[in-house]
């Protein structure tokens, strides 16, 4: 997956599913924005132009993309993995008193 990305907000929502999905990823820093920082060969961060026709122009990206992600990496991203944090969000939120002019 090539996310080339250097503007916008929120999360990469590409990114999460191209890891989840155990597909290689070559990308800028800001394409990973609010992701879990996994340091893995197959999951590229290059930032500049210069960088990304180098990387792409050699065989080290042609045998990254030969392989799935390992599932270790791509657990990071299943529902399971992420009912605890969600659930502990959730929680929080339900706690919270509302304004008297929302209530």
Known sequence: MVIPVRHGSGISVKAAESIYHGMPILSTSFG??????IEHPQIVRRDTAKKWVSFLSSTESRKLCQERL???????????ANVPRCAHFLSRLL?????DSVA
Do not use: D, I, N, T
């Open 95 to 99: 706690q919270m008193k509302l304004p």
């Open 70 to 80: 390992p599932l270790s990496v791509s657990r990071h991203f299943e529902l399971e």
């Open 32 to 37: 990973l924005r609010g992701l879990p920082a």
